[in-house]
């Protein structure tokens, strides 16, 4: 039999699928999964694989994604490891049953790390980018205000 004629009794299989793409970063069918998994067990619910769930899982990646690009423009610092296994540690005391929760969640040990490290990163980002800095009175804004035609300066 031939190579070709081989090919043709093994049946293909679809390994994943692309859900969404962001510029050139792909979000596959079993990222959103994971990150349904993961949502569940960190906030101890049932597993919702439904559509409408799938749908906005599939929104916050995309959010994530868009932050992580920011992040790297930034030439933002992740936390290192040390961070992500004290949130870890204290996750793990919040569960009696931990392990065998991730067992039924259906979820390893490397992606709930990764999954903590990038919550982490984001959280420690925005907090950075977004907190309330210097404030500025209505008094202070008026004193700078430009009349249009005029240069300040």
């Given at each position: 039999m031939t190579s070709w ?149």
């Amino acid at each position: 039999m031939t190579s070709w004629m081989m090919f043709l009794l093994i049946a293909p299989e679809v390994i994943d699928r692309t859900a969404a793409a962001v510029d050139r970063q792909v979000v596959t069918t079993s990222s959103i999964e994971e990150q349904i998994r993961i949502a569940a067990f960190l906030n101890n619910e049932p597993l919702d694989l439904s559509a409408t769930n799938r749908r906005r899982t599939a929104e916050r990646i995309i959010e994530q994604i868009l932050i992580r690009r920011e992040m790297e423009i930034s030439h933002y610092t992740p936390p290192g490891e040390i961070d992500v296994d004290r949130m870890l540690e204290s996750l793990r005391a919040q569960r009696s049953n931990f392990d065998a929760d991730l067992k039924r969640y259906g979820l390893g040990m490397t992606a709930l790390r990764r999954n903590l490290a990038l919550q982490l990163s984001s959280m420690r980002f925005i907090d950075l980018r977004f907190r309330p800095g210097n404030t500025v009175t209505d008094a202070e804004v008026s004193c700078t205000s430009v009349t249009p035609g005029r240069r300040s300066g």
